[in-house]
């Protein structure tokens, strides 16, 4: 016990010097701890439900099943959240800035458009400067599908006394070949830059079926691949093919880039490491990636669940050139 208290005092003190103060969080917005520290795909097994199993339970059982998922036991209650918002709900009044709560429809002009969330609300939290507003994210929102049947979406939060806010949203779907569940999709984790009175975005993690996706910033992109998730049915060289061909298509398809990214990246590694051999130099992989990587990582973070694919898209087939170039480059000092 003694050494739980331990380290409770550390991050205490850590905070203290990353920031000069833990800031005093209103306890009825500052969320859920949970969302601090979250596994996306650990996540997403624990809240999949199967409705064949599930609709022979009982009603004592069916309480204990769902149990499993994590978002079920939730201490804050963010269907409360709402009726909290008023033009005085401050999260935190320090003599620096203030973090403040607001409310609005989640994408009002959207109602006629299939497949897109427009009912519901978005939350955003705004840091507050001289009685400006200097920055602003969307914090939690509830949002639906033009059939409310087919999906809907929460995003959830957790304020820390540290002044790092972590998101995450997900989809609850109706049952797909007998199975439903809630998907996470999106955590994201922020800190305060107090010198510049922004909100920096630090890590995103992406849930996908096929990985899920690590980006930190400034410079790192890793990808924890699903084992049998994904079954392509085609060829590492179709794959590669078909992906040469979406450009002129106009379309995409970030899981093909996913494969090939892959790929290039393992011949990038071999093909490196012979260099870093025919020159007796130092291990040169991990700052070319970084590199890479931080090139790549210019491109605006999703913000809603409508953004990742499309984010996916452009960071792999980013890096992928990348790649495709840092290999030719090499190949050419080879055969030097």
């Given amino acids: 016990m003694k050494l739980?208290?331990?380290?409770?005092?550390?991050?205490?003190?850590?905070s203290f010097f990353t920031y000069g103060h833990t800031l005093d969080i209103n306890p009825k917005y500052r969320g859920e701890p949970f969302f601090a520290k979250v596994d996306l795909y650990q996540l997403e097994q624990d809240c999949l439900r199967n409705e064949d199993e599930y609709q022979k339970l009982d009603k004592k059982e069916k309480v204990k099943y769902n149990s499993r998922c994590p978002l079920h036991?939730?201490?804050?209650?963010?269907?409360?959240l709402d009726d909290l918002i008023n033009d005085d709900s401050l999260v935190y009044n320090g003599n620096d800035f203030q973090l403040k709560l607001g409310i609005a429809l989640a994408n009002p002009d959207s109602k006629n458009q299939e497949y897109l969330p427009n009912l519901g609300r978005n939350i955003t939290l705004s840091l507050i400067n001289k009685n400006q507003v200097s920055d602003k994210l969307l914090l939690a929102?509830?949002?639906?599908?033009?059939?409310?049947d087919l999906w809907h979406g929460f995003q959830y939060y957790y304020i820390a006394?540290?002044?790092?806010?972590?998101?995450?949203s997900s989809i609850k779907s109706e049952p797909i070949e007998s199975q439903s569940g809630t998907f996470p999709r999106?955590?994201?984790?922020?800190?305060?830059?107090?010198?510049?009175m922004k909100f920096m975005l630090k890590e995103v993690l992406i849930g996908a079926p096929e990985a899920t996706y690590q980006i930190i910033y400034p410079n790192q992109f890793n990808t924890y691949f699903?084992?049998?998730?994904?079954?392509?049915?085609?060829t590492l060289e179709q794959s590669i093919e078909l992906f040469n061909q979406l450009p002129s298509t106009g379309s995409s398809d970030y899981s093909l880039g996913f494969r090939v990214y892959n790929y290039y990246q393992d011949q990038l590694k071999k093909k490196i490491k012979l260099l870093d051999n025919k020159k007796h130099q130092q291990e040169s992989f991990s700052l070319l990636n970084e590199n890479m990587n931080k090139a790549c990582l210019t491109t605006l973070a999703p913000i809603y669940e409508r953004d990742i694919d499309p984010y996916l898209n452009k960071v792999l087939t980013c890096l992928i050139e990348?790649?495709?170039q840092a290999i030719k480059h090499i190949e050419s000092e080879l055969a030097n």
Wanted: proline share 3%; glycine share 6%; hydrophobic share 40%.
């Fill in 4 to 14: 739980i208290h331990f380290f409770n005092a550390m991050l205490l003190i850590l």
């Fill in 73 to 80: 036991n939730l201490k804050f209650d963010f269907k409360k």
């Fill in 141 to 148: 929102n509830n949002a639906f599908s033009d059939n409310p």
């Fill in 161 to 168: 006394p540290s002044g790092d806010i972590y998101t995450l």
């Fill in 186 to 196: 999106l955590w994201k984790h922020y800190n305060i830059d107090t010198s510049n």
């Fill in 226 to 234: 699903h084992e049998g998730a994904v079954e392509y049915g085609i």
């Fill in 322 to 324: 990348q790649q495709r």
